[in-house]
């Protein structure tokens, strides 16, 4: 097989050898034998019978090869009836596989794949994201308009699943079923409706795209998801930027006016203006400067978070930024996208010629945009012909009366370019700089001419082409100068013998009949050369030279009524019939004979009349109706599904179409306000019928006092705890609103296209009744909450999208410790009491930040102190004790420079004026470490010493508790399972009583336990800090070890925080 010169089998990558048949099976199938020529040779026969195998490493291997074949091209359908039916594989890796076979070729084997469909349907109840995602892809690839109603109701059950990524599949499937029955698209634009309400970035620019599609005309459904997609638009996936970014584009100039509105009115008026009195231009200037525009704050907000992008490194984001600012942005403000757009002309040359297009159509309307990076479009030898022609446009748009003389001198060498298209393109950008800077005409004149003495042909023609309309648009603009440029027409009338590019010969004969009064000698002689030789001439050349014997008949009868005569008869027996027609109108007109002819007395001045000066403009100049970056503007044609760029409206419509009601965050007052208030209008538990605010004062001051005696170690005693438990569920209800507030933020951050999150913003949770102590009396929590009950409720402190916190103790000095949850929703007799351990135990571990000798006697350590940062409740409340080793004083410490990833931030602590010989203080910052593990790096600074530190946050210290019940515990972790679960077993090295496991899982998390009755059993919640991602935990004891659980979306964090707890479990 290796003399044959084939390495590989026909049909696979690999040789059919593998399926163990020897070197008959391979010679069967041997391309180069002839088998190959028969007609029973059978391809893919070893994949067939791979997939028939009862071993799903056989299975894997094929559907492996399969995939490859159909990546790089090849035709696989043939093997379709033997992968459909392993579609129904428990092997998740072959079932992957399958899909995405299927999904390629599920429209072309529609009555196979229709055979599966019940298949499919049960994936899409299937407990991995992965596959129900997948089934819903191929069943929305089989193109039958049976199973519509089928797709539909897919559709509708994925738009409300859990995962984000089954969420933006269905809408992926949504175009696909409109195109398949456009009779749904009512029932699919309340789907769409759905989506776009999606906070979830990975749905966004899927559910635009999928708008776009379907009903791009209804822009209300954009206005009240207008804000929130501006906002989400940097962490969208780089395909989703394009999709919102051009879409928020036609949105914007259907519901903003025009920033441009005045200039633009400036600059069309501006004649009108001169030409009118002085009074009304007063006026109109006055009428002007009472109506400033003002931005909209919503246009505002577009142009603000799409500014960042033009950083992006993705090609197509940079140029929907771009278009973005050119259509919708202040001129004033545009600039800022030249120089990303200069960025990417380091780029493929693909991405090169669209940016460059779009670059031209900007400098034919605005030439102070790119002017300063003039050099950036210099041509470069190893530029591509379409490269090369769009600088060259570029520069000409560019081209002023201060930077021509750099432009000419760079276009005097293109034009000795070796490239005949180029140099021709060159000489041609000559002539628009010429026409269009009065000052570089003559210059330009002179220039051309001596190209005119080129060795290359196509130059010298281009040259003529050229001068010629620039003689023709200085006769315009100097009708008395009878004698201008006499000597470049003689010296083109030499020419014509030695040029023979058709374009130019009739340029050179357009020019002698239209000055033939200045060349009366050399006139006749041409035309009688040129008719020597007419019937060799080009059509366009003939016609030029018909016009030149009228011309010169009419000025010049004397000498050329014969030759005009003897052309006219040449001509009216040519094959083309414009020729022949064009000598029967000219011979009436200027040779009317004996009857005579009405117009022959007009004749000349028909033929000798001023005629326009020729436009040279640039051809992009057109383009700008069309939006940039779209495949209509690339072909300067109106592709299908292109939308019209929408004019600016004269009126601003409504702005309130675009607000959303909100839950306003609470304005919470300073502790030692709400303290003195307590102590000024309250006292400890009011038997009175009182109104909740009291009630809700009360509580705050019976938790601090049960914090103070908790640090002053009554935590071990058991009839403290005792009482400290019965205070917390006496104490239920008036803590039941922070819970209300901690459920709304669950449904947002876990379902985040859940329109329920709306309805339990309005509407209250409904509570369990409770059992409570004899001091507490039972009360009903009303239905809106008064603002003295959220005094306490420091989460408020943040945007109303926050995540709700619950507050744990620690045992800091800065911080009074409070307990660790309100037990709102908590059925105490449904739930052993005894099963609830409190968290009060776990001692912060205290960390070094900077040593007494690297810190020059200053040292400081830190700790997590487990508390909502009074900074925000995104931040996590680290405790520093600073201490003066030194015998000197030490002044001004405070923090100085701050080296952060992304997202990050930190609250400073105040300054310290000055720390004496011994002298120890502590302080508080806070620290967003937006869910990550990554160090914040800063530095302290004492005095004139600075100090690199960095700290850096265990994965437990980013996640703060979450209070719940059993039912919500199981609902949730069930809606967290697959991708987004860790789980695995360790062996017990303590304890295994209820105490010892919470011990152990609070050292390592701030969370909180859920209480159950299920024996050994141990569940723990708790939210990030940084975006509110729910974290949940369950250890189950057996006899010899233990089985940890860890649930989160953020699959990073999971997986950390079950090596932490499988290590702090296994201790011994």
Not at 523 to 536: E, Q, W, Y
Request: hydrophobic residues 35%; aromatic residues 6%; negative net charge.
């Amino acid at each position: 097989m290796a003399g044959n010169g084939f390495q590989t089998s026909y049909a696979n990558d690999k040789p059919p050898s593998s399926t163990g048949s020897g070197e008959a099976a391979e010679m069967s199938t041997d391309p180069a034998s002839s088998s190959f020529f028969t007609s029973d040779f059978k391809r893919h026969e070893d994949l067939k019978a791979m997939l028939d195998s009862n071993k799903d490493t056989q299975k894997l291997e094929a559907m492996k090869r399969i995939i490859g074949m159909v990546a790089k091209g090849k035709d696989a359908s043939d093997l379709f009836p033997a992968v459909v039916k392993n579609v129904v594989s428990k092997n998740l890796e072959i079932k992957k596989l399958v899909y995405v076979y299927l999904t390629r070729y599920a429209e072309e084997q529609q009555d196979l794949a229709l055979l599966s469909i019940s298949t499919f349907q049960r994936a899409l109840r299937d407990p991995n994201q992965l596959i129900r995602a997948s089934a819903l892809r191929v069943l929305s690839s089989i193109r039958v308009s049976v199973i519509t109603p089928i797709m539909m109701l897919a559709i509708k059950e994925a738009v409300m699943d859990m995962s984000p990524y089954v969420r933006k599949t269905a809408a992926h499937a949504i175009p696909k079923l409109y195109s398949l029955d456009p009779e749904v698209k009512d029932q699919l634009i309340e789907v769409i409706e759905r989506l776009l309400g999606d906070k979830t970035t990975l749905v966004a620019g899927s559910a635009i795209q999928a708008f776009e599609e379907v009903c791009p005309e209804r822009i209300d459904l954009i206005h009240k998801n207008y804000r929130k997609l501006c906002n989400l638009l940097v962490d969208v996936e780089e395909w989703g930027q394009v999709v919102i970014i051009n879409m928020l584009t036609r949105y914007s100039r259907t519901q903003f006016i025009s920033p441009n509105q005045a200039d633009g009115q400036g600059d069309a008026d501006r004649p009108f203006y001169e030409d009118s009195d002085k009074e009304d231009e007063e006026e109109e200037v006055s009428e002007m400067k009472k109506t400033p525009y003002m931005m909209d704050h919503d246009h505002r907000l577009l142009l603000r978070q799409a500014k960042p992008l033009l950083n992006s490194r993705n090609a197509a984001v940079v140029m929907a930024v771009g278009q973005l600012y050119h259509h919708c942005a202040p001129k004033a403000e545009a600039n800022v996208m030249a120089k990303a757009l200069i960025r990417l002309l380091r780029s493929q040359k693909e991405i090169q010629y669209v940016v460059l297009s779009n670059v031209a159509t900007m400098t034919s309307r605005r030439k102070g945009m790119f002017e300063p990076h003039l050099k950036s479009f210099y041509i470069r030898s190893s530029d591509p012909l379409h490269i090369k022609l769009l600088k060259l446009e570029i520069l000409t748009n560019l081209a002023t009366e201060s930077n021509i003389s750099t432009i000419l001198r760079e276009f005097q060498t293109y034009v000795t370019s070796p490239d005949k298209d180029f140099a021709a393109a060159t000489i041609q950008a000559i002539g628009r700089c010429a026409s269009n800077i009065a000052e570089v005409t003559d210059t330009c004149l002179n220039g051309l001419v001596h190209l005119m003495s080129n060795r290359d042909e196509s130059v010298v023609a281009e040259s003529v082409v050229v001068i010629k309309k620039l003689l023709q648009m200085r006769k315009s603009g100097h009708k008395h100068t009878p004698s201008e440029h006499k000597d470049i027409i003689v010296h083109m009338a030499k020419m014509v013998d030695k040029i023979t590019v058709p374009m130019a010969r009739a340029s050179i004969l357009w020019l002698i009949g239209e000055y033939s009064e200045r060349v009366p000698k050399i006139a006749p002689d041409v035309l009688r050369k040129m008719a020597k030789g007419f019937i060799n001439e080009e059509d366009i050349v003939k016609l030029q030279i018909l016009n030149l014997a009228a011309k010169l008949c009419i000025t010049n009868a004397k000498q050329c009524k014969l030759l005009c005569q003897y052309v006219f008869n040449l001509a009216k027996y040519d094959q083309n019939y414009d020729i022949r027609d064009r000598s029967r109108f000219l011979r009436q007109l200027i040779l009317p004979g004996e009857n005579g002819s009405a117009l022959a007395k007009y004749a000349k001045k028909i033929f000798l009349a001023t005629k326009p000066a020729p436009v040279l403009e640039s051809k992009f100049k057109d383009r700008d109706h069309y939006q940039l970056g779209t495949l209509s503007h690339l072909l300067n044609i109106k592709c299908h599904g292109y939308q019209e760029l929408p004019e600016w409206p004269e009126v601003a419509p409504d702005t309130s179409v675009r607000n959303v009601e909100v839950v306003m965050p609470y304005v919470a007052k300073t502790h030692h306000a709400q303290h003195k208030k307590k102590k000024e209008t309250k006292s400890f538990y009011s038997e009175s019928e009182s109104s909740q605010e009291e009630e809700t004062e009360d509580s705050s001051d019976e938790e601090e006092d049960e914090s103070s005696d908790e640090d002053s170690g009554s935590e071990e005693n058991s009839d403290d705890s005792e009482k400290d438990l019965s205070k917390k569920v006496s104490d239920s209800d008036d803590e039941s609103d922070s819970d209300d507030d901690e459920s709304d933020s669950e449904d947002s951050s876990e379902e985040d296209s859940s329109d329920d999150s709306v309805e339990k913003i309005v509407t209250p949770v409904k509570k369990q009744p409770k059992t409570k102590t004899k001091s507490a009396t039972t009360t009903t929590k009303p239905a809106t909450t008064s603002s003295a009950d959220l005094l306490l409720d420091l989460d408020d402190l943040g945007p109303s999208g926050g995540s709700s916190v619950a507050v744990t103790p620690a045992g800091g000095d800065m911080l009074t410790p409070t307990l660790a949850t309100g037990i709102s929703n908590i059925s105490i007799q449904d739930t052993p009491v005894a099963q609830i351990i409190p968290p009060s135990t776990v001692q912060p571990k205290s960390y070094e930040l900077l040593n007494r000798m690297t810190g020059n006697g200053l040292s400081i350590t830190y700790q997590f102190t487990r508390t909502v940062s009074v900074f925000s409740p995104k931040m996590v409340s680290i405790e520093l004790k600073l201490t003066n080793n030194s015998d000197d004083t030490l002044t001004n410490i405070k923090i100085g420079d701050k080296k952060l990833q992304s997202g990050m931030e930190i609250q400073e602590f105040p300054e310290i004026g000055s720390m004496t010989a011994g002298m120890s203080t502590s302080c508080l910052i806070g620290i967003n470490f937006n869910d990550t593990i990554q160090p914040a790096k800063f530095t302290i600074c004492a005095g004139d010493n600075k100090h690199s530190v960095s700290i850096t946050a265990p994965v437990g210290e980013l996640i703060q508790p979450y209070s719940m019940s059993h039912a919500d515990f199981n609902t949730q972790q069930g809606k967290l399972s697959g991708m987004n679960e860790n789980s695995g077993k360790t062996v017990i090295g303590v304890e295994k009583d209820a105490k010892s496991i919470c011990l152990c899982v609070h050292s390592v998390a701030n969370v909180i336990q859920v209480p159950g009755s299920a024996e050994n059993v141990y569940r723990f919640s708790g939210k990030t800090v940084g975006t509110g991602t729910m974290v949940l935990m369950s250890v189950v004891v057996t006899d010899d070890d233990a089985k940890i659980t860890v649930n989160c979306e953020k699959m990073v964090i999971g997986s950390m925080l079950l090596k932490d707890l499988k290590t702090s479990i296994a201790k011994s």
